[in-house]
């Protein structure tokens, strides 16, 4: 069955895409995981005789790609990629063209405003990850979901001074965890594990070697950390302890005090786990595949050793122009 590359896009709730179906030069959407926003690039062909509108200050774009197949539904294949608020845009002479740039509209601005509390912690009660992942969800309407092994995390006491997107960004990177808003869940889960909050295999995509247009693969031979270090408070003897997993040098010292020694030895295994897994690296070019997403997997077939097998991507960019549909992943290796 013949396929044809196809974008959607809605502009304030209202669909655009026939309309400037003849104009549009070019349409990017790329994702990141975590809470870096995703962003989205439109170029439109504005020329004298008739330009485009400019944007506004609060207009939104909404942006599905993927392919219209020879049916009576031209969106059938097409893969939402969800509203992005308008954050700039450029006009150019020499190609009489205006470009559209855009932001992943963030359930709430509340989330970048810094903010001012103390959370407690105490030995009858003490701070758990997951209940600062609750009470941050709850302010903006969203359900917590943590994956189970990071629901029991006791945390010191935080002053928090700066706003809940970078307290939540610094806590995941504590324990190598992914933050992300998904619909109405703030998600929370170990990073580059192919593993859902309930701890399922995420769906796979499988690229094989016809669908790939070039790729580029590093695996650093230098020797990496070998055991990492990580510290904590016993509350029996007041002091300051130390636990160390792995063997060897170089070692990795954790800069940060963790509430018992049980978190700090995730905290250490976590770090040690990132440090392996950045050492194999890919980068990716391939036929437009809408359905590969940033913090999902890719499973590549066919073509060498050191290529093939499973990957964690990290990021994810989509275009859709003139020549086609081309995506391009950067991944690491799968935990």
Request: net charge neutral; aromatic share 8%.
């Amino acid at each position: 069955m013949f396929m044809k590359p196809q974008f959607v896009l809605n502009a304030n709730g209202k669909d655009i895409s026939q309309s400037l179906m003849d104009r549009v030069v070019s349409v990017k959407v790329c994702q990141k995981s975590g809470l870096a926003s995703d962003t989205c690039t439109i170029e439109i062909d504005d020329h004298r005789q008739n330009p485009i509108q400019l944007p506004g200050d609060e207009d939104t774009i909404a942006i599905a790609l993927g392919y219209a197949q020879e049916t009576t539904d031209d969106t059938s294949q097409l893969i939402n990629f969800g509203q992005f608020d308008v954050s700039e845009f450029s006009l150019n002479g020499t190609r009489d063209s205006l470009t559209i740039f855009g932001n992943k509209s963030l359930w709430s601005k509340g989330l970048q405003i810094p903010v001012k509390f103390s959370w407690l912690s105490e030995p009858e009660k003490p701070l758990l990850l997951k209940s600062v992942v609750d009470k941050i969800a709850g302010k903006y309407g969203l359900k917590a979901k943590l994956s189970p092994k990071l629901n029991t995390i006791e945390l010191p006491a935080i002053e928090q001074n700066e706003s809940d997107m970078q307290l939540l960004t610094r806590l995941g990177s504590y324990f190598d965890a992914i933050v992300k808003i998904v619909e109405d869940f703030l998600v929370f889960i170990p990073r580059g594990t192919g593993k859902t909050t309930s701890g399922r295999a995420l769906k796979e995509v499988t690229l094989v070697r016809e669908q790939l247009l070039s790729w580029t693969a590093l695996n650093s031979q230098y020797p990496g950390y070998k055991s990492c270090q990580a510290w904590y408070h016993d509350f029996i003897s007041a002091s300051r302890k130390k636990v160390e997993v792995g063997s060897g040098k170089p070692c990795f010292d954790l800069n940060f005090t963790y509430a018992d020694e049980a978190t700090a030895k995730l905290a250490a295994n976590a770090r040690l786990t990132h440090a392996n897994r950045m050492a194999k690296s890919i980068d990716l070019k391939f036929i437009g595949e809408p359905n590969v997403m940033a913090g999902g997997i890719i499973k590549v077939e066919g073509v060498r050793n050191g290529i093939d097998g499973k990957w964690f991507v990290s990021q994810v960019e989509h275009l859709i122009d003139s020549r086609g549909f081309v995506s391009q992943a950067q991944c690491v290796l799968l935990s």
